[in-house]
């Protein structure tokens, strides 16, 4: 699923395109990503200028004319692609905005499982999928960092997979920065060293502007707002690499099930460390 980077490289796409842009037409193919009925979604929209595009955590806030947003979290498959209209048409387009300028921007999703939310700019904050949004992974200072895994007990991958705890890493990146940070998956977060600590912060921030520069990981169907792959993929190191020799060391990666997720490591980079040892 697209996580920070692929929805920053979308936001940061449709930044330079979108603003300005007065919505023409809208047409739902499908009214169950929306909230609304179709019509009124359609005739809510139809007229409003966009005014920005943002992003909290792996969520999208387009900001609009009189006052309107729509919040979209594009979930397991979805995707926003800035075209021609003359460009082919993924049959799981489910929405097309028709822009004055002449362009569209298409919403497809293959799963079905994203969802668009319109509502006026003044609700966004308080929308319950945004106001239990932890901090985001590329704001948070070192300090606050340190502050919130010494509270927690539990391991720490699924930490990283909280939103509400820190918002913006999925499987891929949290599999990614632990890897980078040497720390195993299943090292309870109270128990990490402040070393540890401070690897991990940093490992957070290397590997997710590393990401972005590469205009994220295209496993599945990601694709940013032009319809391009990202590439960030060829530097995983371990998502998506069970039994593949380690780039570090040579040893195989290992993967396991943690709350119904894989996890990917390398058990010799990556050592649990017993509770009681300082480093
Ligand atoms: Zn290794």
């Not at 319950?128 to 992974?137: C, N, W």
């Not at 949290?174 to 998956?185: F, G, N, Y």
């Amino acid at each position: 699923m697209p996580e920070l980077p692929e929805v920053e490289t979308i936001v940061r796409g449709l930044k330079e395109k979108l603003p300005g842009q007065k919505i023409r037409q809208v047409k739902v193919n499908l009214d169950k990503v929306l909230r609304e009925n179709k019509e009124e979604f359609a005739s809510l929209l139809t007229g409003l200028v966009f005014q920005g595009v943002s992003r909290r955590g792996k969520m999208i806030i387009f900001d609009l004319s009189e006052d309107w947003s729509l919040v979209v979290h594009l979930k397991m498959t979805g995707q926003i692609i800035y075209t021609r209209p003359e460009a082919p048409v993924n049959k799981h387009t489910h929405l097309v905005f028709d822009l004055a300028k002449g362009n569209q921007l298409r919403y497809a999703d293959l799963r079905q499982f994203g969802y668009l939310i319109l509502l006026k700019t003044d609700q966004v904050t308080g929308l319950p999928q945004l106001a239990g949004l932890g901090p985001d992974a590329l704001e948070i200072s070192s300090q606050e960092f340190g502050k919130l895994i010494a509270s927690r007990k539990g391991a720490i991958k699924p930490l990283l997979l909280n939103q509400s705890f820190l918002a913006g890493l999925g499987n891929i990146y949290s599999d990614e920065v632990l890897h980078l940070a040497q720390i195993h998956p299943l090292q309870p977060a109270g128990s990490l060293t402040s070393a540890q600590i401070e690897r991990l912060y940093k490992a957070i921030r290397q590997v997710l502007t590393r990401a972005i520069k590469l205009k994220g990981s295209s496993v599945s169907n990601y694709v940013d707002s032009d319809g391009e792959r990202g590439s960030f993929q060829e530097l995983h190191q371990v998502y998506g690499r069970e039994g593949k020799p380690c780039f570090q060391c040579g040893q195989p990666v290992k993967r396991l099930k943690l709350s119904s997720r894989s996890t990917c490591f390398c058990p010799s980079c990556q050592k649990l460390k017993a509770l009681d040892r300082q480093e």
